[in-house]
């Protein structure tokens, strides 16, 4: 089973901090590659979607990167706001295939 | 565009009764839909592959006749809960696949609580 682990398990930052996710992939056959964003209670609002064949994606504050040869992506967020304030799931798939979650990471965002 | 549903959101039932969970592909056609589970502070955690027209996949340890896919048709597939315990109180996912990109739309969870 492929694995896919998420660094740090939770993190607290100040309002304005950048901040870096991490992610990472046994597997370097990877399809495409998502980072989700899950509230409590949730479900789950796709924020970035990379293909195998890019290297980052952009939403507004939001950079995902991907290292597909490393198994490696990482999610930047910019000048962090408390309503950032939820668990950061990363996910890989394989072509055809059900995604691969992390654990995620729990982010706490502070006024 | 591509948007999921899933129906109830929530249900709190008794142990040892049966619970029907809907997914709707609204606007698109899904041959395959996946159903995943959460417990609390986990991640998700895929249970099985549901191929329209033809009986699911199940990941290893997830028991076929305790949890009953059906997936009819391009746009909807069920899963059911059968003599539900507290152990199975949990999140409900499912996802359907886009051909093409190959991405996946999720639905909102359904939320089930067993007493």
């Known amino acids: 089973k492929q694995e896919v682990t998420q660094i740090p398990a939770a993190l607290s930052v100040p309002e304005g901090e950048n901040l870096v996710l991490n992610c990472s992939f046994t597997d370097s056959a990877i399809y495409n590659l998502q980072w989700f964003r899950q509230d409590p209670g949730k479900g789950l609002t796709s924020l970035l979607l990379i293909q195998s064949s890019q290297r980052e994606q952009t939403s507004g504050r939001l950079n995902a990167s991907l290292d597909k040869s490393s198994g490696r992506s990482t999610l930047y967020i910019a000048a962090s706001q408390p309503g950032d304030s939820a668990t950061y799931l990363c996910a890989v798939t394989y072509s055809g295939y059900a995604l691969n979650f992390g654990k995620g990471t729990s982010l706490l965002v502070t006024p | 565009g591509a948007v999921v549903s899933q129906h109830p959101s929530w249900v709190i039932c008794k142990s040892g009764t049966s619970v029907k969970i809907e997914c709707r592909s609204l606007d698109f056609q899904a041959t395959t839909m996946f159903w995943y589970r959460q417990f609390p502070k986990q991640s998700l955690m895929l249970m099985a592959t549901?191929?329209?027209?033809?009986?699911?996949?199940?990941e290893q340890g997830v028991e076929k006749d305790k949890f009953l896919i059906n997936h009819a048709s391009l746009t909807l597939s069920t899963l059911t809960v059968t003599s539900a315990h507290p152990e199975d109180s949990s999140f409900y996912i499912c996802s359907a696949r886009v051909q093409g990109p190959d991405t996946q739309y999720f639905g909102p969870g359904t939320r089930l609580t067993v007493l």
């Open positions: 549901s191929n329209e027209g033809s009986k699911a996949t199940y």
